[in-house]
């Protein structure tokens, strides 16, 4: 598999490109510049062309993206070739809500099950709630690589050990406590706080 | 009052200082250096200088920072003296989550109350779920600056233009549809989806 690491901003802008090229794909057009791209989606053309460079390769000069071509490229950036499986602990409202959050896999991911110490948590929508007990068998069977963690603080550092132990090796934290993790592990600290407290800031700072 | 924008990533940082120099000050040491704030939360020295500096000013060559002072300084930025007021309106399971997420306090922001088409959802927790009617209403009474939307894509753009029409100058989105605000309303994008995104992006390029 080609390997393509792209910026988070160029990463949150690739769904809009690739639901766009696939409408001009129905359309039958072969090619599609920059500039109409960017007029379609609102977004600066030296925005679009950069974008694009950055998962395809330059366009042609005059004739511009081959549309099939550019959609395969996007396609696979967004690991929509190979969707990486994920599971959840700690199915409180929160993850719950993170559960049934609709676009995960338009990402590349897939949340296959949550798990939650207590049992009565059964299912939530479709997803199914999983004891712990079953943690690690679900875990190798599936082939597990992302853990999200949205557990209590006290918890959480455990529940990174045991995702961890059990062959995961990127950790979605949304607990409130700064994890540790050995070597080659990827950890990315959600901070819901921190957002708010951005937008706090920026408004206290404007008026 | 003093008004001190800083970056998201030094916002992040202020309440481990904060809760630091708090326990600094409970064991009644006047000044405090960067080196020895940079030791005790494992962080480098040049980056705590340049995070103090910018809410604070420089410290004291060979004494360091004013403890009490800089505790203040911090309490300042982070709104401790104003907190601001906010809503939320969608209480579905994600709405549900941010209204009992705690922290959001220690940021500066207080969520008075979710609010919701649905009347059956009354409470959640402490927080009360008001029913859509109450809604310009409770913002003009409790000077309501910020809104958080937890609606679906389809209603998204309604309740913002409603938040707007009652005085909210700041809006947080948690729905995936890009928003349009008139220009002086700031506006955040939260998107969940891309941020595990990303951290797919790093885990298929690192193997």
Redesign the interface.
């Known amino acids: ?1 080609e ?4 910026s ?1 901003a160029t ?2 802008r690739l769904p809009h490109y690739l639901q766009h090229l696939r409408t001009v794909f129905k359309n039958n057009d072969e090619y599609i510049s920059a500039t109409s791209i960017a007029k379609s989606l609102a977004l600066g053309e030296v925005q679009v062309r950069k974008d694009l460079n950055s998962v395809s390769g330059a366009g042609k000069p005059k004739i511009g993206y081959e549309v099939e071509e550019l959609i395969k490229s996007i396609e696979k ?3 929509y070739d ?1 969707l ?1 499986n ?1 599971v959840l602990v700690g199915a ?3 993850g ?3 559960l ?5 896999e ?4 897939r949340i296959m099950a949550g798990f939650d110490i207590e049992a009565k948590k059964q299912t939530s929508n479709q997803k199914q709630i999983l004891p712990m007990e079953e943690f690690s068998k679900f875990c190798k069977e599936n082939n597990i ?2 853990g ?1 963690i949205s557990v209590n603080k006290e918890s959480s550092q455990q529940i990174c050990d045991l995702m961890i132990e059990n062959g995961i ?2 950790i ?1 934290n949304f607990s ?1 406590l700064r994890l540790n993790v050995p070597e080659g592990i ?1 950890l ?1 600290q ?17 008026n």
């Open positions: 598999m390997k393509i690491a792209v988070k990463l949150g950036v967004l690991g190979n990486t994920a409180g409202q929160l719950k809500a993170l049934n959050y609709e676009g995960f338009e990402f590349g991911v690589k992302i999200i090796s990127a979605w409130p990827l990315q959600e901070n819901l706080a921190l957002s708010l407290a951005h937008l706090n800031n920026q408004l206290v700072n404007q």
